[in-house]
Antibody, heavy 118, light 111 residues
């Protein structure tokens, strides 16, 4: 079955760039939508954005100026870059799959904790 | 892009039924039959419980059901069990980027 695994630094300094990768195993990354979602401690889920396997991406308007997503089909991976981070970006970051633009997110990574601190 | 509105908390006793509401607008819930529900236990990733308003993925108990009326979607859990105690989130397709909008989450307590 398809599994997702987030990877990247667990600690990022303020004003620097947060970079995460989600590796898809057990299936192809092609023809689906891929999301980055985060959750601050004790808070709800926040959509960062999504990317289709063609590379077309859509971002949360509140983060759009700082977010870039990319996909590497040869490696079965997609990535997130968030620039100029602050303590408010400290959260658990999840990647997730959406089969169709209208369907639920049926596969999630276990999540990776990113702390922004000097 | 406003979040969908969910009650902060609901509770019920074992064996009872509870319903969690999720209210949006005609640009999201009211305009499309594309609402999904997720269960999240502490320290775990969310799990898809309902897709497209009322479709239950393979492996999800039939005690979980979904419905929609107008701009409000609902998740009903029947025969409450201790393991149902978790946070529940609704997500809807929306007409504006990034084409999904999230509810704020509801904490279910099984008394």
């Amino acid at each position: 079955q398809v599994q997702l695994q987030e990877s990247g630094p667990g600690l990022v300094k303020p004003s620097e760039t947060l970079s995460l990768t989600c590796t898809v195993s057990g299936g192809s990354i092609s023809t689906y939508y891929w999301f980055w979602i985060r959750q601050s401690a004790g808070k709800g889920l926040e959509c960062i954005g999504r990317i289709y396997t063609t590379g077309v991406s859509n971002y949360n308007p509140s983060l759009k100026s700082r977010v870039t997503m990319s996909v590497d089909t040869s490696k079965n991976q997609f990535s997130l870059k968030l620039t100029s981070v602050t303590a408010a970006d400290t959260a658990i970051y999840y990647c997730a799959r959406q089969l169709q633009y209208y369907s639920g997110m049926d596969v999630w990574g276990q999540g990776t904790t990113v702390t922004v601190s000097s | 892009q406003s979040a969908l509105t969910q009650p902060a908390s609901v509770s019920g006793s074992p064996g009872q039924s509870i319903t969690i509401s999720c209210t949006g607008t005609s640009s999201d819930i009211g305009g499309y039959n594309y609402v999904s529900w997720y269960q999240q236990h502490p320290g775990k990733a969310p799990k898809l419980m309902i897709s497209e308003v009322s479709y239950r993925p393979s492996g999800v108990s039939n005690r979980f059901s979904g419905s929609k009326s107008g701009n409000t979607a609902s998740l009903t859990i029947s025969g409450l069990q201790a393991d149902d105690e978790a946070d529940y989130y609704c997500i809807s397709y929306t007409s504006s980027s990034p084409y999904v909008v999230f509810g704020g989450g509801t904490k279910l307590t099984v008394l």
